[in-house]
Antibody, heavy 116, light 106 residues
Framework: QVHLVQSGAEVKKPGASVKVSCKAS????????MHWVRQAPGQRLEWMGW????????KYSQKFQGRVTITRDTSASTTYMELSSLRSEDTAVYYC?????????WGQGTLVTVSS | DIVMTQSPATLSVSPGERATLSCRAS??????LAWYQQKPGQAPRLLIY???TRATGIPARFSGSGSGTDFTLTISSLQSEDFAVYYC????????FGGGTKVEIK
């Protein structure tokens, strides 16, 4: 059974960085890529970026280019999303979702609050 | 970027009635279109992929149609557990989500 378990909620100050993890289980980690999607309060879901399952190739949304970095640790079956230069508008729930083209498997979400 | 537009923003429906939700893409996405249901405090749940294929465990009252730029999600007879927000998503060119349709009790 596929599970994606994310790290816990974070509170950060403006200008800081946050790193959210997503640990996968129940499948061969290197077979599937991983997307990161966020949802600000009352807003639509927003794609941030993706990392390839078989190598470290990444693709980022133009909106987050330069601020987001997605990495992985295959030995730990874990994907990471780091967002830098945080501002209040980055307050959101961040999700990892396995790349099945569409998004069948989702992490439980990680709330990141940016507040001074 | 492909822009996904959903209508209406809110749909008021009585239990047992049919609900029809629309989604339009700014350019063709072929049939690379998925629908999700989201309830407060939960991650989205995949309902439909490939524009018309129900995901595992999804009841037959949910159906999807369309291709190219215009898509429809139909819920044939609304149950109490169906009142939620519904999002469409294209995956033809990375991922883009629509703004959502909230289905509320009339």
């Amino acid at each position: 059974q596929v599970h994606l378990v994310q790290s816990g909620a974070e509170v950060k100050k403006p200008g800081a960085s946050v790193k959210v993890s997503c640990k996968a289980s129940g499948y061969t980690f290197t077979t599937y890529g991983m997307h990161w999607v966020r949802q600000a309060p009352g807003q639509r879901l927003e794609w941030m970026g993706w990392i390839n399952g078989g190598n470290d190739n990444t693709k980022y949304s133009q909106k987050f280019q330069g601020r987001v970095t997605i990495t992985r640790d295959t030995s730990a079956s874990t994907t990471y999303m780091e967002l830098s230069s945080l501002r209040s508008e980055d307050t959101a729930v961040y999700y990892c979702t396995r790349d099945d083209s569409y998004a069948y498997y989702w992490g439980q979400g990680t709330l990141v609050t940016v507040s001074s | 970027d492909i822009v996904m537009t959903q209508s209406p923003a809110t749909l008021s429906v009585s239990p047992g009635e049919r609900a029809t939700l629309s989604c339009r893409a700014s350019q063709s996405v072929s049939n690379s279109l998925a629908w999700y249901q989201q309830k407060p405090g939960q991650a989205p749940r995949l309902l439909i992929y490939g524009a018309s294929t129900r995901a595992t465990g999804i009841p037959a009252r949910f159906s999807g149609s369309g291709s190219g730029t215009d898509f429809t999600l139909t819920i044939s007879s609304l149950q109490s557990e169906d009142f939620a927000v519904y999002y469409c998503q294209q995956y033809n060119n990375w991922l883009t989500f629509g703004g959502g349709t909230k289905v509320e009790i009339k």
